[in-house]
């Protein structure tokens, strides 16, 4: 189980630009998706309705049981819209966004580069969604422009 409840539907503000049509997996979404330890593809999301979308996005996934149905329930959609399941992924018993006690490096590297420094009670002080949103923000692979917006609506940047 895990020790932040992840049941604040709430999307971040960075976000704004497709929450409404859901047209790309809201960060809610994709934390959810990473603590059931499946990789949903964005081709997988766009066959799937606004009612399957705004499920994914609601279920709760808390709890080992919920995490377990809330798995079940994603790959029996996948399967039904591709005829396979999506692949499955390692679950992390500690992910990073529910450590408040240090700052991943990837996102100390991120903000430095745009010359700011984030503090560990910065960082504790965030949601779980937060620090998550970060920790994706900030990785290399992905498209770093809302890393800033993201600091910005975090109050971590002005």
Not at 15 to 23: A, I, K, Q
Not at 40 to 69: A, G, Y
Not at 134 to 156: D, T, V, W, Y
């Amino acid at each position: 189980m895990r020790s932040q409840a992840m049941t604040n539907q709430a999307f971040l503000q960075f976000e704004t630009d497709f929450v409404e049509s859901l047209r790309c997996i809201p960060m809610i979404a994709r934390m959810k998706l990473d603590t059931c330890g499946v990789k949903l593809k964005l081709e997988h999301w766009n066959q799937f309705t606004q009612s399957e979308r705004q499920t994914i996005v609601t279920m709760p996934c808390n709890s080992s049981q919920e995490i377990k149905d809330y798995r079940e329930f994603l790959q029996n959609l996948v399967i039904a819209k591709t005829g396979k399941p999506a692949k499955e992924l390692a679950i992390d018993p500690h992910p990073l966004w529910l450590n408040t006690n240090e700052i991943p490096k990837g996102i100390k590297i991120k903000a430095a580069e745009l010359g700011i420094k984030i503090s560990l009670h910065q960082w504790s002080s965030l949601t779980s969604l937060q620090r998550f949103a970060l920790i994706k923000l900030s990785r290399p692979s992905h498209e770093n422009r809302n890393f800033m917006p993201a600091l910005k609506e975090f109050g971590i940047a002005e």
